[in-house]
């Protein structure tokens, strides 16, 4: 048997609970490091990406008003009315125009 005072045994401390890999991620809930890195994505030019992360921090801000405010005024788009025509094809484009004046401009939340 081998002596639990032996150095050539390596100490292993028990991790708590909040490092364990299945504990949820600590992600702000503030706004601003969300508002921050959206803006920084659009400074670069990538709207998907900014998206994202408003989308992310709509969940984690409990959808906070100033959120809200920069996905309105980033503006979202629906779906084509027909996803197998090309979102630029005639018959998209005016049956896009069609829903917008029956259902308007899409909703954030």
């Known amino acids: 048997m081998s002596d639990p005072e032996d150095?050539?045994?390596p100490?292993?401390?028990?991790?708590?609970?909040?490092?364990?890999?299945?504990?949820?991620?600590?992600y702000p809930r503030a706004p601003e490091p969300w508002l921050q890195l959206a803006g920084s994505y659009m400074s670069v030019g990538d709207r998907v990406r900014a998206l994202l992360t408003l989308s992310f921090a709509l969940y984690y801000t409990r959808s906070h008003p100033k959120?809200?405010?920069?996905?309105?005024e980033?503006?979202?788009r629906r779906v084509p009315?027909?996803?197998v025509l090309d979102r630029n094809h005639f018959a998209n484009i005016l049956l896009g125009k069609a829903r917008h004046r029956l259902l308007g401009p899409k909703r954030i939340r």
């Open 7 to 9: 150095p050539a045994l």
């Open 81 to 83: 009315v027909l996803p």
């Open 11 to 26: 100490i292993t401390a028990p991790r708590p609970p909040a490092a364990s890999p299945l504990a949820p991620p600590n």
């Open 74 to 76: 980033m503006g979202l």
């Open 67 to 72: 959120v809200i405010a920069m996905m309105e």
